[in-house]
Each structure stands twice: as structure tokens, then as C-alpha cells.
């Protein structure tokens, strides 16, 4: 079934025009839903709301097509030797010393600790009653892009804005809001390349396309929240992902622009805070800011994502830029500890806030130990971040929250931030972003971990979850394409582990069949099985494991084992290496008919 936005009926055509002998059509902009229409998604999916996101689409989507072109010639020039350096052409921004950029909106004055996590009901009231500062409402790599999970988190978030969310359990548990001061609601939408295939995009020329995810995703929350957020004290307010430019930003400054003008409230009342996760968008930070000062309120590290990166630009260029296991890969490495400590000072020169990163260790209220092992972890890890002058940091479980904001208490004090910290003994060459040597072999358990990882969370992926605990790490999108990239790189660069195992396609195939067997698998006629994560908790804390505990979000009570495999051949064996996992499964096996 396909349902058309009654605010602008495709069927609705200008009378043809004639030039010379040829006749032409002009046909009205408009978008079609190509989805199921499930209990609710009225609501969201207004006429209204539509309306709004056509006008999206046909102001900005071909900019958006040509920023991606832009991302394919970039990778395709440092994949035959060209380096990114800071740009000569934008050197006058970056010598302009008196630009600031906007800072934080209501409510994000303090952001010392932020929870991530995706956005269906139970992890979105689970994250409201957490004491975070922020909630990070993530419809990007925590979430797994289903229709279900794209219009009901788009419910959940209508709902807590309102005060009107509650949740019960298939077992009869109820989960309401209780706490009396909730986090800043911080909303990612997905990335510029990712498409949403059950919403169709007709432009003048009659052309249909997928809609945007990242138009999508902001346009819904933002038309339908915006107004009431600012009722609220707070604001609208977005995390900016997989950003590689400044061209990039300034589409998203415009869109900004656009929508504040389009329902009436004031320019520069939408904030963004900028992931720096992608390599490019590292020699870029000081443009990435100039363009969106308006709206901006600070930049994020995005370690896991910014690893992946110099992975998929770099993975051709020869055994130098080869990288060890991925658990060597730490912040503490001198390229990642150049990243992030240019990322403080370039924030703090323009007033923005510098945000830390998550650290994947969560943990097990099953297992003392676990548990004591990730909280040793994850405050070192705050207490580096705390130390080099972040603002804020990211944690992925709420148990975790009590940790990081020792940490940070202990640096800030009663001050809301630390942007008086300028770090002006920070030099960073990009000798120092790009020298990724480290030192460490690849050994036969990484590559085993590697594809145990990836074809594990592809699984859960496939069956609607975004965010797996899995062998007591919180993994996602960004933390399965590195062990996927990796063992593509590994066998494209014939490398072997440091037990003399050369890592080829038929020996990853090997592990490919000994994972399929390791792992648990789920009972059809129960939905029940083992855990299939190694973990006993999920990113909720509630005790129960994220892969093998009956129906998932998709409704499934089969185990997808089989497809995950599948996908993670064609996105780690094949010789063409796919831009990003989730793009090809996506098409394959998440898109829905009506």
C-alpha cells in the first residue's frame, strides 16, 4: 500500500509547458509513504508533517547528493596517495581569532555526563530516570533503522517531550518516568548517507528517490517537538554524526536556518553539537564550527567511528597503516591522543563545548567482577577525559553515570564547564593525526574476535536492535565496522597474526563456520535460547541479555545467524569494500512493503 501526503498529492501536475518542439512536465514535490501504517504512526506522519519534509527534500537533497559525491572523490584521492591536510583555502578562518561560536541552549549548560541509547520506549524512559545531564536519543548507530524502530522512537520522544510515556513489558512490567529532574533530550539523526526507503521522494522533475534518513529523522522530531521543547525551558537540539566537511556543516546550518523560518521561532534557537568521528572532518574542526556557529554548541569525539575511518581511507595503503587488535586500539594511542586533544583546544578557542567519547566497558550485575573491571575502566578513562579539559563525557549504561560524574566532579567542581581552559600548549601537526603506527601485533584471538563481533551484533541488527551487549562490551554500528574493515584490511594487505596464521578469505571462512557454531541459538518454537551475546545484562541494566531472550523488536522469534554471516562475507571477503555495513543489509533485509 502506498499512502501520499495529502498536503501535496503527487498525482497533482503544473500544465506542460512548451519550448520550442519539446513539451515538459512539472510535477509538484511531494513524498509518498511506501511503509506499513502501524497503531499510532498517523501521529507522526501528519500531512502536515509531510508537507515539511518534502520542502526538506527539495531544497536540500541534491546538496545532499553532491556532499556525498564529494566524500567518494576525498576517499578515492587518499586511497591513491593523497593525503588530507588543513586546507589553504579556509586558512583565514582558522587565523581569525575573534569568531565564537553560539554555545550551549537551555539546559545543555552542564553536560559533564551524557547517556546514549536508542529511543524505543523502555531505553528511552530508562535514560530519562538515569541522573545523566543529557540523553544522547540516538536514531543512528544505537539504532538498528527498522520502520517500527524509526516511527515508534519518533512516538517515544513525542511522548516524553509531553510527559506522557509509560511502557509495559511483554512480562507485565511497567516502566514510567519518576525522576523529578530528567536529562536534556539531545536527538542524532542518522547520517547523510543513509537513505529511508519507506518514505519516496518525487521532486519537479518526476523523479522518486528514497527520502534522506538524516532529513527524516531531524524533520520529524524537530516539526513536531520543537515548539514545545522551547515551552519547556529547553530547546531543539540534535547530535550531528559522520560529518567529513565543512560543506557538510553548512548543509546542515542551512537546514537549520530553513526550519527555525518555517514554523517561526527565532535563528540560532536550534543547537547541534558536531561528531568528529570521520578523518577528513578531523583537519576541519575550526571550519566545521565557523559554518555552524549559530547554531552550534560544541563538537564530540567520536572514537569509534574516527578508528573505523583511518581504517576504510587508509586500508589500501600498505602495511604502515595496518592496525593491531582492535582491543589495542585505546585513547591513549599518540594519533588518538593527538585527535582529541586538538579537538579541546580548537572547542575552547571558540567557545564550544568538547564532549568525551564512550568507552565501550559496561557492566554485569550478574558477575561482581565484570562489573568492577568496567568501572576501573571507565573511570581512568573519564579521569583522562576530565584531565585534558573535556566538558562532558559519554557513558553507554546508567550504572556507569555514578563513575563518570566522580570523575568529572572532581576537575569541574560547581563550575558547569571547563571552556576557560584553552589549551594553548596543544600543537598537533598532521604528521601526528595520520602516524598510526602503534606497535602491536594482530593475533589469532583479535581475528577471531573480530568476526565472533561482527556477525553477532549484524544478527541482532538484523532483528531490530541498534545497541548489543555483547562479551561485556557495548557494541554498535561503529564498533562492528571496525571489526569488519579490519579483517578486510588484514586480507587485502596479506597479513598474518603474530602465530604465523596467514589471515586469507579461506581461513576467515573457517572462523566464519567456527562463530556459527559457538554462538547460541534461538528455539523457533519458543523464541528462548542461549545467550548469544556472552553477556548476562543489557544496555538497560535490567538484567536480562540482548540477543537471546525471546521476540525482538521486529517481532521475530528466530535467530537471523545465517543472513548475519552472509552480510558480514559480503561486507569483509569481497574484493569492493562497502562504504559502510549497514547500507546494503539495509536495502537486503530491513525494508518493509506496505
Excluded at 500544465?15 to 512539472?26: E, F, K, L, N, Q
Excluded at 593491531?324 to 588518538?336: G, I, L, Q
Excluded at 549484524?458 to 579483517?487: C, F, H, K, P
Amino acid at each position: 500500500m502506498t499512502i501520499t501526503d495529502t498536503g501535496s498529492p503527487p498525482s497533482t501536475t503544473t500544465p506542460p509547458t512548451t519550448t520550442g518542439s519539446i513539451r515538459t512536465h512539472t510535477h509538484t514535490p511531494t513524498i509518498q509513504i511506501a511503509g506499513p501504517i502501524r497503531d499510532r504512526y498517523d501521529e507522526v506522519l501528519t500531512p502536515e508533517a509531510l508537507t515539511f519534509l518534502t520542502e526538506l527534500h527539495q531544497r536540500f537533497g541534491g546538496r545532499r547528493h553532491d556532499r556525498l559525491a564529494d566524500r567518494m572523490r576525498r576517499r578515492f584521492e587518499i586511497g591513491n596517495g593523497h593525503d588530507p591536510r588543513f586546507r589553504d583555502d579556509t586558512a583565514h578562518i582558522r587565523d581569525d581569532a575573534e569568531w565564537r561560536v553560539a554555545g550551549a541552549g537551555p539546559g545543555l549548560e552542564d553536560r559533564r555526563v551524557e547517556i546514549t541509547g536508542p529511543t524505543d520506549p523502555k531505553m528511552t524512559i530508562n535514560a530519562l530516570n538515569s541522573g545523566a545531564r543529557v540523553w544522547l536519543a540516538d536514531q543512528e548507530d544505537a539504532t538498528s533503522p527498522t520502520w517500527k524502530n524509526v516511527i515508534e522512537g519518533q512516538l517515544s520522544l513525542r511522548d516524553a517531550i509531553r510527559g506522557e510515556l509509560s511502557f509495559t513489558s511483554p512480562e507485565g512490567k511497567t516502566y514510567e518516568v519518576t525522576a523529578e529532574r530528567t536529562p536534556t533530550i539531545v536527538m542524532r539523526p542518522r547520517g547523510w548517507h543513509l537513505p529511508e526507503q519507506h518514505l519516496h521522494f518525487t521532486d519537479r522533475s518526476g523523479r522518486r528517490l528514497a527520502a534522506s534518513g538524516s532529513l527524516v529523522d531531524f524533520g520529524l522530531y524537530f516539526f513536531h517537538n520543537a515548539q514545545t521543547l522551547i515551552d519547556t525551558g529547553r530547546g531543539p537540539y540534535f547530535y550531528l554524526a559522520k560529518l567529513e566537511s565543512s560543506e557538510e556543516a553548512k548543509l546542515w546550518d542551512d537546514v537549520f536556518t530553513f526550519s527555525e523560518r518555517y514554523i517561526g521561532i527565532p535563528h540560532g534557537t536550534i543547537r547541534a553539537t558536531v561528531l568528529i568521528e570521520t578523518l577528513p572532518a578531523a583537519f576541519e574542526m575550526e571550519e566545521i564550527l565557523f559554518e555552524l556557529r549559530d547554531h552550534c554548541a560544541g563538537l564530540n569525539a567520536g572514537r569509534w567511528d574516527y578508528i573505523f575511518s583511518i581504517i576504510k581511507n587508509y586500508r589500501g595503503r600498505g602495511a604502515r597503516f595496518v592496525m593491531p587488535d582492535r582491543s589495542e586500539v585505546t585513547m591513549t594511542v599518540p594519533f588518538m591522543r593527538a585527535y582529541t586533544e586538538l579537538l579541546v583546544k580548537t572547542c575552547h578557542k571558540r567557545g564550544a563545548f568538547a564532549i568525551g567519547g564512550m568507552s565501550a566497558f559496561i557492566p554485569n550485575r550478574r558477575n561482581p567482577e565484570v562489573t568492577q573491571r568496567a568501572i576501573e575502566k571507565v573511570s581512568a578513562d573519564k579521569r583522562r577525559e576530565a584531565g585534558d579539559g573535556f566538558d562532558g563525557t559519554w557513558v553507554a549504561h546508567p550504572d556507569l553515570i555514578p563513575t563518570a560524574m566522580a570523575e568529572f566532579d572532581a576537575v569541574l567542581g560547581d563550575r558547569p564547564n571547563q571552556l576557560d581552559r584553552r589549551r594553548d600548549d596543544v600543537q598537533v601537526t598532521a604528521a601526528q593525526l595520520l602516524d598510526v603506527h602503534i606497535g602491536r601485533p594482530v593475533t589469532d584471538q583479535g581475528v577471531h574476535d573480530n568476526v565472533s563481533v561482527a556477525i553477532r551484533y549484524i544478527e541482532a541488527w538484523l532483528r531490530g536492535l541498534g545497541a548489543v551487549a555483547i562479551d561485556n562490551l557495548m557494541e554498535d554500528a561503529a564498533t562492528a565496522e571496525i571489526s569488519r574493515s579490519q579483517v578486510w584490511q588484514w586480507i587485502h594487505q596479506d597479513h598474518s597474526t603474530a602465530e604465523g596464521t596467514r589471515i586469507t578469505r579461506e581461513y576467515v571462512e573457517e572462523l566464519i563456520d567456527q562463530v556459527l557454531t559457538e554462538v547460541g541459538r534461538r528455539d523457533p518454537s519458543t523464541g528462548s535460547g542461549t545467550d548469544a551475546t556472552g553477556s548476562g545484562t543489557d544496555s538497560t541494566g535490567s538484567g536480562t541479555d540482548s540477543t537471546g531472550s525471546g521476540a525482538d523488536s521486529t517481532g521475530s522469534k528466530i535467530d537471523r545467524f545465517e543472513d548475519a554471516a552472509e552480510v558480514f562475507r559480503d561486507v569483509a571477503l569481497r574484493d569492493e569494500f562497502p562504504a559502510f555495513l549497514t547500507l546494503g543489509a539495509y536495502s537486503r533485509f530491513l525494508v518493509e512493503t506496505g
